[in-house]
């Protein structure tokens, strides 16, 4: 089995306001990772080896997450992360593309599939968090701790205040309700997690993604508009309800849907390896 070198990432400036940290690796067609809300690149450590073995895999700080550089203008809402993405593959000039995209990821592999088919060969969106009906809604499943400070957040002053003091201890427990088995959130990822939201301006980003949860919904409207082949995945104990799930394959033309057992929304991490399978098809 061949090995695949993991390089240090880059920084693509986009224009003047606009610049994305990712990380090229492997060898083969493209393939982009788009990861999940509150995460980065480095989500993807346990995927991406796998995919490189046959894929050159490209994978991203989205605008104002991890290392990317942060704007303070900018809505960080559907849209916004739409045409970042879309100006990243071009400027990149991909073509024939393959997009997995989990969480908002998922959503935004399968509305920038919707924006761009002629660019996009296959779409993978893994619990593709199109469903919010209130503030916070998908992550607020998680546990009754994520319920709680979720929705204070959205509380002028308190919500401020409130997501100033996140910490790493904080922010296991949230992220731990995304999990069929929380003791599969890495404590170094947590880490890294809690390190970049220490970064000047971060959480204000972070509460700007979640103010703009109406567009998460608005994303469907894309879904008619794909061609591309496209397989949608789910951990069995995402925070997506089956009805909604349902819905989701129900608007895209002839997509096909797959449900991993054991498996939460943070699948990536807790479940690589059967991604990996799904993706890259038989040996």
Do not use: C
């Amino acid at each position: 089995m061949l090995s695949v070198s993991r390089p240090e990432p880059k920084l693509l400036n986009l224009s003047g306001t606009l610049s994305m940290r990712y990380q090229e690796t492997g060898g083969g067609p493209p393939l982009l990772l788009i990861r999940t809300i509150r995460t980065q690149l480095e989500y993807f450590r346990s995927l991406a080896p796998l995919l490189a073995k046959s894929y050159t895999v490209y994978t991203i700080d989205l605008p104002g997450h991890g290392h990317s550089p942060i704007d303070p203008a900018a809505s960080y809402d559907e849209p916004y992360f739409r045409r970042a993405v879309i100006r990243f593959i071009e400027d990149l000039n991909l073509s024939d593309l393959t997009l997995v995209g989990e969480s908002i990821g998922g959503a935004l592999a399968l509305t920038v599939a919707g924006s761009i088919p002629q660019l996009i060969k296959r779409v993978y969106a893994i619990n593709a968090y199109d469903y919010e009906t209130r503030y916070g809604d998908g992550i607020r499943r998680g546990n009754w701790f994520a319920n709680f400070i979720m929705g204070s957040l959205q509380i002028p002053v308190l919500g401020a205040i409130n997501a100033s003091l996140e910490n790493k201890v904080v922010l296991g427990k949230i992220m731990g309700g995304g999990y069929h088995d929380p003791r599969k959130l890495p404590d170094d990822l947590l880490t890294e997690f809690d390190k970049v939201a220490h970064r000047p301006g971060y959480k204000k980003v972070a509460r700007k993604v979640l103010a703009g949860w109406r567009s998460w919904s608005k994303a469907r409207d894309y879904h008619q508009s794909i061609a591309a082949p496209v397989t949608l995945i789910y951990g069995d104990s995402d925070w997506s309800r089956p009805n909604e799930r349902e819905r989701t394959r129900s608007l895209i033309p002839g997509a096909q849907m797959v449900t991993f057992k054991n498996t939460g929304h943070f699948s990536a991490v807790e479940n690589p390896s059967e991604l990996a399978r799904v993706i890259l098809g038989p040996a």
